[in-house]
């Protein structure tokens, strides 16, 4: 039987952690796939990516798994393939702390509240979740996503309102999928590890307030 092809895809700045190396090589060791690595680079990171949906399709790929370069997945994200969902992400920390009684670390993956047009941490973190959008720091796509007309070209590009942008590129991404039609998942059984640099005290006093508050 003819094994899918896959884009394993590191969209970079010039700079990758050697944890998403170290994972990029383990998967390209599971023989159920023809998976074959890019690492495009270029400015602003909006073209990185559409570098990546450029070699998605030019290259006949049947599945586009997209690693950024401080994302490394904790599990193997191809597992994710055989559900043969449109867009299914692995859940990743963020830092956010607001001061307003949120906790400062939130997962990203996204229910949409209507009521102030922003989007919030989706409720149940268990298991495959049907959510309104992920972030894109490690997600599994499939081929039919890309063909559409309306995601082929510019599809993470950011969304702007008088000057100011109001949705990154992730979140666009995700409304300009759902308006074509497709529906965006999250697995909370495949986590992603974030690699930032955060001021512990600030984290501190955010967990001071969440709890105090």
Known sequence: MTRKKVLLALPNLHWIHKLVMA???AILQDKRYHV????PSNKPFEAT???CV????????D?????DADNPPENNPLDLIELDKDVVGCPTPIY??????ERPVYWNAYQFDQA???????????????????????????RRVFEHSDLRYGAFQRKWNKGRVE???DLAFCERATEAGFSIHAHFDYLAEHMVEVPLNEITRGFSEMHNG
Not at 54 to 61: A, H, K, N, Q
Not at 63 to 67: A, R
Request: with cysteine; charged share 20%; proline share 2%.
């Open 54 to 61: 450029d070699l998605f399709i030019e290259g006949s790929y």
């Open 23 to 25: 994972k990029a090589l």
């Open 116 to 142: 102030t047009g922003l989007y919030r941490e989706w409720p149940c973190r268990e298991g495959l979740q049907k959510v309104d959008a992920i972030g894109t720091g490690c997600f599994v796509a499939a």
């Open 63 to 67: 599945y586009w798994l997209s690693i």
């Open 167 to 169: 949705r990154g590129n």
């Open 36 to 39: 074959i690595l890019q690492m």
């Open 49 to 51: 990516l559409q570098d």
């Open 96 to 101: 956010h702390n607001t001061r307003n009684g």
